[in-house]
């Protein structure tokens, strides 16, 4: 944890090499550097840039490319500072990633800014979830405008993995990329499976799937409407779901949180790292937290599948896939029925949180082969033929 007097750079051109020379901790000095876009500039949550180091020493010892990550200067800064996104990838490598079964890039430097207590951000949580639904929807339709970014200073270097390919969300997966996360998954699950530091790691100190669930349940209620009628695909049978997902947030959300294993959180195919040889790196761990295994499942699935008509029918085969691999892992304690409730209840709630992402999470998202469209309204034309037809079941 950084002193308030402490240099923590907040932007690529407030980095130093008098600083990368401290911060690197070798028994060298960074003579110079040059800043660049590892593949990805600004993104969602953060600011990412590769930096790429000249020594004073010729020593292959010494890192020569790093990732250097900021918090993002877009206005949804407030509502990711709310869900912990950077303070919980700080905490991850600090923590519960010095012994990940997969592979993930090495952490070689990550400090931040001391900030709110556990204790009293669960109170201000808990507080702001009995809030009025009026009110919430007033809070809701100006957002970005009422949850404020912070002052606090955030930063990773972290290792650049060189000639690592991606698959973005609208592009088709192969099949063995998918399998592969599937099992990587399964392996990271079946290796923190009832772990007793899911229950004091501060990497896991915040909820699975949202802080607030009334201001979720505000903008899904102010703006449904209108993204059901714009959004090609979606219909009556989509509503039914994604409705019954909001009047039941806070029943699913409590499903969603159960402390079962240590979550990815945010598994999509942009998250994993493929190389030449076969190996995954996984990366991103700002939505890290615990739950049942059909979270990360769900949201990996949810990126991955191709829209149509046979979309459902490979989910349900994936998830056999999963669970074939979990079990292969040593997991004998979470049946298959278990696993594909979750991984309904995790869809549904997916549904339901793109209708906010679409309203609030300002940049545009690249297709490729359109106009820019907001990451919300690209996630859910794969969600569509994922949703299941009827309500699951909230029983235990």
């Not at 130093?16 to 800043?35: I, K, M, Y």
């Not at 590892?38 to 953060?46: A, K, T």
């Not at 950077?86 to 905490?91: G, H, S, T």
């Not at 952490?107 to 009995?130: L, Q």
Request: proline fraction near 6%.
């Amino acid at each position: 944890m950084a002193a308030r007097g402490d240099l923590i750079p907040q932007r690529p051109d407030e980095i130093t090499t008098a600083w990368l020379t401290e911060t690197l901790a070798h028994d060298a000095t960074v003579v110079s550097f040059v800043a660049s876009s590892p593949g990805s500039g600004v993104g969602f949550s953060g600011i990412t840039t590769k930096l790429t180091l000249e020594w004073d020493v010729d020593d292959a010892s010494l890192p020569r490319e790093i990732v250097a990550k900021f918090p993002t200067d877009l206005a949804h800064r407030g509502l990711t500072e709310q869900e912990g996104a950077y303070e919980r990838e700080i905490w991850f490598y600090e923590g519960m990633g010095n012994d990940m079964p997969t592979r993930i890039p090495t952490c070689h430097y990550a400090t931040m800014d001391p900030g709110v207590a556990e204790e009293k951000r669960r109170r201000t949580s808990a507080r702001m979830n009995r809030t009025p639904a009026p009110i919430a929807r007033f809070i809701a339709k100006r957002v970005n405008r009422f949850i404020r970014a912070t002052d606090r200073r955030y930063v990773l270097l972290i290792e650049y993995v060189p000639g690592a390919r991606i698959t973005k969300l609208d592009e088709p997966v192969p099949g063995a990329d998918l399998r592969r996360i599937l099992d990587a998954l399964a392996e990271m699950h079946a290796r923190y499976w009832d772990d007793p530091r899911l229950e004091t790691d501060p990497c896991t100190s915040y909820n699975t799937a949202s802080q607030n669930f009334k201001f979720l349940q505000a903008g899904y209620r102010l703006w449904a409407d209108d993204f059901f009628a714009r959004t090609p695909g979606l219909d009556v049978r989509h509503r039914v779901v994604t409705d019954w997902a909001d009047e039941n947030l806070d029943q699913l959300l409590d499903r969603l949180d159960q402390r079962i294993t240590l979550l990815h959180g945010d598994a999509r195919t942009e998250n994993m790292l493929f190389l030449d040889n076969g190996e995954l790196v996984m990366i991103d761990f700002g939505a890290v937290s615990s739950g049942p295994p059909g979270w990360d499942v769900a949201y990996a699935l949810s990126a991955a599948i191709e829209p149509g008509p046979e979309a459902r029918q490979t989910l349900e085969e994936m998830v056999d896939v999963y669970h074939q691999s979990l079990t292969g892992f040593g997991v004998s304690d979470h049946s298959i029925e278990t696993l594909r409730r979750d991984v309904d209840l995790a869809m549904c709630f997916l549904g339901h949180r793109q209708v906010l992402a679409a309203a609030v999470v300002e940049g545009g998202y690249e297709t490729g082969n359109a106009d820019p469209t907001s990451l919300g309204d690209v996630w859910m034309r794969k969600i569509i033929n994922l949703l299941p037809d009827q309500p699951p079941s909230l029983e235990s």
